[in-house]
């Protein structure tokens, strides 16, 4: 396999950043982001992660609901050169403290070019977000009254957010409900609005509910999650456990162009290859016993639509 190098003279600028990557904006201007990936024990090489993508991840979807990835080479010098910004940017407090401490690899040898899928005029407005649990953990004991992430968030405490049965439900009125968690509760920065936020807001939300009530994605999300791990995470845990894994763990982006009819724009992005290495698998199993056990799956007082 060829692999094309990152031009040195390419400037990059920060973008964003997860747990496990951080993102960049290239100039010369490209339609695609930089996606650098974060010194972690859990972490993979980028060749390696790569040819999970291609052999593994990717031929579980249709192409057409993808975010295209290609892998680049990195230049040398690049890691620590950008390692020395971000941490500029945490002393002049422009990168989130709860990143601080947690730097670019850098004997990491390649990065990965992800179609950008951020607006492009000022008239759209990207949406994002992980849709998780999609079914129902197939070890979730009889009688549970939420499902795997509510009752996960319940156990934490982590407040109020959407139901994922609720996204993949197929109901207008569930889905809808669910984006009441998703969609920014103001404007996004750049974006123009014309008529009111409140306005702009519901036509937002009827063109993004529209969307995943029209689209195979969810359906595909849910067939995959039964399919690649029927016994959840208290059963064997087969070859294709950790599959089921990634795809609970994914990205959904979509971009959405207000003055065009339906104007939604879907990429599946953030395929990470799960392992059960590093104590994953012990997590995994005692997570599940402990939502088991003390009754979070039973709910109190929060009921999730099952």
Partial sequence: MSIPTLPAETQLSYLAEGAANVIYRLTPPSRFLLRLRKTLASSQPNLSAYNYLSTTAYPLFPAHLLVA???????????????????????????????????????????????????????????????????????????????????????????????????????????????????????????????????????LREKVVGFLLESELMGVLKGLQKRLDPEGPLGSMGDRFTDAMTVRDLTVFLRVDMDVDPGVECGVGDLDMKTKEGGKEEYWRATEKTLIEEGWYYGNGSVCEL
């Avoid at 990195?74 to 401490?101: C, V, W």
């Avoid at 730097?103 to 950008?116: K, P, R, S």
């Avoid at 129902?136 to 109020?160: I, N, V, Y």
């Fill in 69 to 203: 990835t290609t892998l680049i080479r990195l230049p040398p010098s690049l890691l620590a050169s950008e390692n020395s910004r971000l941490k500029a940017l945490e002393a002049s407090g422009q990168r989130p403290k709860k990143r601080h401490g947690m730097y670019l690899d850098t004997e990491e040898e390649f990065g990965f070019l992800v179609a950008d899928m951020t607006p492009y005029t000022p008239r759209q407005i990207l949406v994002e977000f992980k849709p998780k649990w999609v079914v129902q953990s197939p070890s979730a004991p009889e009688g549970a009254r939420r499902c795997r992430t509510c009752a996960l968030r319940a156990m934490k405490r982590q407040g109020d957010g959407f139901c994922p049965l609720d996204l993949a439900s197929g109901e207008k009125r569930r889905v809808s409900r669910a984006m009441e968690f998703i969609l920014p509760n103001k404007a996004p920065k750049g974006f123009e609005v014309v008529g009111g936020w409140e306005e702009e807001r519901k036509v």
